[in-house]
């Protein structure tokens, strides 16, 4: 079957432009996650969806970041005037059911603010 | 607050030698340890996921083993190949329902 995709795969914007980046999770899952890479960093946690139960916001690192799921299936990620230092690669993945469980990762978007 | 800590960040190997990957976390009371491998521009896979109960889990050449009380993990590669060539992440999950915090990863790189 299919697995996590993101779109789009890459995107270059200009400083203070809002972007939105999309998940499909695996069809079926209810637990999907946002996970931002920057260079040297790591994997930064940003926001859980579980079902439909209030998503976890407590990785977002501003007010600028907000996310929504609809309909329990696709994610939209959004960040609005976004600034250098949001450069990165912003990583989706769903589970199955719950946090912990093996999570599958879509390819990622590599975001480049100017 | 969980820490987790992969050194070196860097590792070459030439292709044939067994080796081993080092994870270590500062606070035991987790629930599982898993450990994904990445391929430069790619997102992540999963190779091995370890609960909190069990010491070790294998899949094929891989094997990782969890000390629990140590704070400590461990991935075992066996008879390494190229094709091994990525960027390992291990990450743990503190608790149900929590977020897993990963290491930054090494990069292993398995010369022919």
């Known amino acids: 079957g299919a697995g996590v995709s993101q779109s789009p795969s890459n995107k270059v914007t200009e400083k203070g432009k809002d972007v939105e980046l999309r998940c499909d999770p695996i069809?079926?899952?209810?637990?999907l996650y946002w996970y931002r890479q920057s260079l040297g960093q790591g994997l930064e946690f940003l926001i859980y969806f579980q079902g439909n139960s209030a998503p976890d916001k407590s990785g977002l690192p501003s007010d600028r970041f907000s996310a929504e799921r609809t309909g329990g299936s696709v994610s939209t990620l959004t960040i609005q005037r976004t600034q250098q230092e949001d450069s990165a690669v912003y990583l989706c993945?769903?589970?199955?059911?719950?946090?912990?469980?093996?999570?599958?990762f879509g390819p990622g978007t590599r975001l480049l603010v100017l | 607050k969980q820490e987790v800590t992969q050194i070196p960040a860097a590792l070459s190997v030439p292709e044939g030698e067994n080796l081993v990957l080092n994870c270590s976390f500062t606070d035991s009371a987790i629930y599982n340890l898993q450990w994904f491998r990445q391929d430069p521009g790619k997102g992540l896979t999963s190779l091995l996921l370890?609960?909190?109960?069990?010491r070790e889990q294998t899949s094929g050449r891989l094997n990782a083993s969890l000390d629990k009380s140590s704070g400590r993990s461990t991935l075992y590669i066996a008879a390494s190949q190229p094709g091994d060539s990525a960027t390992y992440l291990c990450a743990v999950l503190t608790g149900a329902n929590s977020k897993l915090t990963f290491g930054k990863g090494i990069t292993l790189s398995v010369r022919p």
């Open positions: 069809s079926g899952h209810t637990a």
């Open positions: 370890i609960q909190s109960s069990q």
């Open positions: 993945a769903s589970s199955r059911t719950w946090t912990g469980e093996t999570q599958y």
